[in-house]
C-alpha cells in the first residue's frame, strides 16, 4: 500500500498495465493507497479530435484524470502562474491530478476520438457549481 499524498497544485503518476492473453487491465482510482477521498463521483467524456475541453478550475474540488482509449493532453495552470501539460495515451495509462484553484483544460491533437475516465472529489451540484471559467496553458509542447 502506497498511501502517497499528491503533490499540489498537480501531479502525474504512471499506472501498471496488467496484461495476457485475453487483453489488458489497470487499475484507475485505488481511493486507500492514493489517498483519495471518496464522497466524489466518477464519470467519462470524450474529446473528438481538434478539441478542447475545459479551461476552468474549482475553488473546493479536486479532479483526476486517465485516458482509456486514443491520446489526449492536460493543460494545468496553478493559482501562481506555473504551467504544465501531460500527454494522456490509453496504451501507457497515467493518471493526472489537478489541486483545488488549478485551471485545467483537455485537448485531442489526434485524428481519433480520446475517451477519458474522471473523478471528481465532490459530486457535481448545480446549487454549488464550484466551476470557474479562465484558459489553461497554451500548450504548445507536445
Known sequence: MSTVSWKEP???RSLKIHQDE???LFEIFRF???QIPGDGQVYTFSIVPGARRGDHYHQKKQ??????HGRAIVLLTSTDGEDMQYGLDASNP???YAGPGTTHALVNRSQEPAVIVSYGSRQHDPEDED???R??????AI
Open 10 to 12: 498537480f501531479e502525474a
Open 22 to 24: 485475453r487483453g489488458m
Open 32 to 34: 486507500l493507497d492514493d
Open 63 to 68: 479532479e483526476w484524470f486517465t485516458c482509456v
Open 94 to 96: 497515467q493518471l493526472v
Open 131 to 133: 466551476t470557474y471559467k
Open 135 to 140: 484558459i489553461a496553458c497554451s500548450g504548445t
